[in-house]
């Protein structure tokens, strides 16, 4: 028994002390100035102050138990890879129209239930966004009133575009770039999909897609992700 007993305390000590040692390894993870912070009423900031600033803001803020390694390992390497993403502490050099792109971006990640991450919620349920929030979210992108669909004679004009468009058989098809210049390829019908924005704004969708990369390692020549809009043109 006493032998038994001896061992229990030798593999705890050992284990305090393992846990000690990892407290030694800390990447660093600093707080850079606010530059650019995002103009927004103050009970919309309120909502992604509360859920989303700890990631994804230079005012990183960390409670004790995510200080601990190996919590806070996890978190730092989080918080670093978000503000690559979306930075609401610079977020404002952005151009408007990006920085609204952003944040309906962020909505649509809310709904997904993919923000914040859900591993983060379980440890920190305050941080979720209840449905209350979001609609504050919503109503400051969108409000109530100003939808705007395409006027009536725009919608009218693209059908019979699309008709004769179908029926050039066997002419190679000319595609014009999209109104954001993007041009047209071919081989977008193999591209990976990353991610995708619904605004019921103005009825758009954007995607964010990456080339394929074929068996042999080649990615052909860009290999950087891209954004589409589709939708309702937006002129
Ligand atoms: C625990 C840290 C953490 C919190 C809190 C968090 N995020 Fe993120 N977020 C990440 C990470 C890491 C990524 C990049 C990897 C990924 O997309 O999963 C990311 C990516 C994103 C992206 C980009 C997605 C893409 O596909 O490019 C958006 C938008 C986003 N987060 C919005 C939010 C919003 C809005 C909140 C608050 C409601 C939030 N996040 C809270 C860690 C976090």
Redesign the pocket.
């Known amino acids: 028994m006493q032998s038994r007993y001896k061992a229990f305390v030798w593999v705890i000590v050992v284990l305090l002390c393992l846990f000690g040692a990892m407290q030694l390894y800390r990447p660093a993870l600093t707080n850079p100035p606010v530059t650019a912070e995002l103009q927004a009423p103050p009970e919309v900031k309120q909502?992604?102050q509360n859920?989303?600033y700890?990631?994804?803001s230079n005012e990183t803020k960390l409670p004790w138990f995510d200080q601990v390694a190996p919590a806070y390992w996890i978190?730092a390497s989080?918080?670093k890879?978000?503000r690559?993403?979306?930075n609401f502490s610079e977020i404002g050099k952005l151009p408007a129209p990006q920085q609204k792109g952003?944040l309906w971006?962020?909505?649509?990640?809310?709904q997904l239930g993919?923000?914040?991450?859900p591993?983060?919620r379980r440890v920190?349920p305050g941080?979720t966004?209840t449905p209350e929030q979001l609609a504050i979210l919503r109503e400051y992108l969108n409000p109530a009133g100003a939808n705007q669909y395409p006027a009536a004679p725009d919608a009218n004009k693209a059908a019979p575009q699309y008709g004769a468009w179908i029926k050039q058989s066997g002419a190679p098809l000319q595609v014009k770039p999209e109104s954001n210049g993007v041009e047209f390829l071919p081989e977008y019908k193999n591209w990976k999909v990353?991610?995708s924005t619904d605004r019921i704004d103005n009825h758009t969708m954007r995607e964010?897609s990456r080339q394929r990369c074929s068996d042999q390692g080649d990615c052909g020549s860009s290999d950087q992700p891209v954004a589409r809009w589709n939708g309702p043109l937006q002129r």
């Not at 993919?114 to 991450?117: C, E, H, S």
Request: charged share 10%.
């Open positions: 909502v992604l859920s989303c700890s990631c994804h978190v989080d918080v890879e978000a690559q993403h979306l952003l971006e962020a909505v649509n990640q809310i993919a923000m914040p991450l591993s983060y920190h941080s966004v990353l991610s964010i």
